[in-house]
């Protein structure tokens, strides 16, 4: 199983980014699939999840309004859209698989990790 995270890089605050997460090694379809996020220093935090049969989503208020995630089952890649990029939102950002198909914002629900990518918002 491989969760493929990428899209990361330096954007000026205001400005937007998308993350992509492409997922493989097994079927996806009844799973939740989450980003994470951990700044330096800090702990690991949700951000956004999207159950992938349902399309259902929940948001961290800290970006609700300004990221969206959906997914594309034809290339079974999740994204996170995230616009109106602010500094605190810098991170290395992870995406995540929860096998089970009940929602959840804690990272010891997940079973599959990516291996993160960097964004980082300049002021």
């Known amino acids: 199983v491989q969760l493929q995270a990428s899209g990361g890089g330096l954007v000026q605050a205001g400005g937007s980014l998308r993350l992509s997460c492409a997922a493989s090694g097994r079927t996806f379809s009844n799973d939740v699939m989450g980003w994470f996020r951990q700044a330096p220093g800090k702990e690991r935090n949700f951000v956004a999840h999207i159950n992938w049969s349902s399309g259902g989503t929940r948001y961290a208020d800290s970006v609700k309004g300004r990221f969206t995630i959906s997914r594309d089952s034809a290339k079974n890649t999740v994204y996170l859209q995230m616009n109106s990029l602010k500094p605190e939102d810098t991170a290395v950002y992870y995406c995540?698989?929860?096998?089970?198909?009940?929602?959840?914002?804690?990272?010891?629900?997940?079973?599959?990790w990516g291996q993160g990518t960097q964004v980082t918002v300049s002021s």
């Open positions: 995540a698989a929860r096998k089970s198909g009940v929602p959840a914002s804690r990272e010891y629900w997940y079973d599959y």
